[in-house]
């Protein structure tokens, strides 16, 4: 039966946190940007403080690479695509998941602050267990995206 349900699922998931911070653009971006910086603001490495940290490639833009281990497996954050000032793509993969593809966009507003669009999809496929989970992605992963927004603010 949940198989036949699964048939009538999304076969993508997406989660989506917006923010405005009183920042310049440009420091925006650099945070964004910098591999090395996604330590600094983003929770996930709060929730598993020892996790073994890696990093390769450039510090920032294309092939900058954020390797972990810890106690939910292992993984890696690759930066794909950038154009500056405007948006950072990166992939995310985990150990024994399909890719979760990010981006970040973002717009100088006239008062000077910045505005940041973060959205993470997934693409299921026909995988009746990865179509559940489409469902239930942003329950699972949007509070993760609201802290991180804070604490890059």
């Given at each position: 039966m949940l198989f036949i349900v699964s048939v009538f699922l999304p076969s993508e998931g997406k989660v989506e946190?917006?923010?405005?911070?009183?920042?310049?653009?440009?420091s925006v971006y650099e945070k964004?940007?910098?591999?090395?910086e996604w330590k600094n603001w983003t929770i996930w490495f709060e929730q598993d403080p020892t996790a073994k940290v890696e990093f390769s490639g450039p510090d920032f833009g294309p092939v900058a690479t954020l390797q972990w281990e810890g106690e939910d497996g292992k993984g890696k954050i690759i930066i794909t695509e950038t154009k500056k000032l405007e948006y950072v793509n990166y992939v995310m993969r985990f150990q024994?998941?399909?890719p979760f593809y990010g981006s970040?966009?973002?717009k100088q507003n006239l008062d000077s602050t910045t505005s940041?669009?973060?959205k993470i999809t997934f693409?299921?496929?026909?995988?009746p267990t990865?179509?559940?989970f489409c469902l239930f992605m942003d329950q699972l992963m949007g509070n993760d995206l609201e802290q991180s927004l804070e604490k890059l603010r």
């Amino acid at each position: 039966m949940l198989f036949i349900v699964s048939v009538f699922l999304p076969s993508e998931g997406k989660v989506e946190r917006s923010i405005t911070i009183q920042a310049p653009i440009d420091s925006v971006y650099e945070k964004i940007n910098h591999i090395k910086e996604w330590k600094n603001w983003t929770i996930w490495f709060e929730q598993d403080p020892t996790a073994k940290v890696e990093f390769s490639g450039p510090d920032f833009g294309p092939v900058a690479t954020l390797q972990w281990e810890g106690e939910d497996g292992k993984g890696k954050i690759i930066i794909t695509e950038t154009k500056k000032l405007e948006y950072v793509n990166y992939v995310m993969r985990f150990q024994k998941y399909a890719p979760f593809y990010g981006s970040f966009q973002l717009k100088q507003n006239l008062d000077s602050t910045t505005s940041i669009d973060w959205k993470i999809t997934f693409d299921a496929g026909n995988n009746p267990t990865k179509k559940y989970f489409c469902l239930f992605m942003d329950q699972l992963m949007g509070n993760d995206l609201e802290q991180s927004l804070e604490k890059l603010r």
